[in-house]
């Protein structure tokens, strides 16, 4: 079974920065898009950045220009690099991956990021 363990999020004043990490288990982590979802109380999860294995980045407007994913093969971590934070930025950060081929999807189990002076 995938295992998606993240790992960073806390406590920030707006303007902050966090790195958050996932690592991933019993994948072969090059091949796999990997993605950062957040939940906010009340909200529907959203899709926040994603990268794929070669490292192609795509990201959700909000977050645009303040927020960075990476990963590292070597590792089995993908990151998110969040700069310039805001208050709406405070939600459930999530990481995720999914097997094209069985359609299965993968989640860690959440890190709390709050932005709040």
């Known amino acids: 079974q995938v295992q998606l363990v993240e790992s960073g999020g806390g406590l920030v004043q707006p303007g902050g920065s966090l790195r958050l990490s996932c690592a991933a288990s019993r994948i072969i982590f090059s091949i796999y898009n990997m993605d950062w979802y957040r939940q906010a109380p009340g909200n529907q999860r959203e899709l926040v950045a994603s990268i794929t294995g070669g490292g192609k980045t795509k990201y959700t407007d909000s977050v645009k220009g303040r927020f960075t994913i990476s990963r590292d093969n070597a590792k089995n971590t993908v990151y998110l690099q969040m700069n310039s934070l805001k208050p709406e930025d405070t939600a459930v950060y999530y990481c995720?991956?999914?097997?094209?081929?069985?359609?299965?999807?993968?989640w860690g189990q959440g890190t709390q990021v709050t932005v709040s002076s």
């Open positions: 995720h991956t999914a097997n094209a081929y069985t359609n299965n999807n993968y």
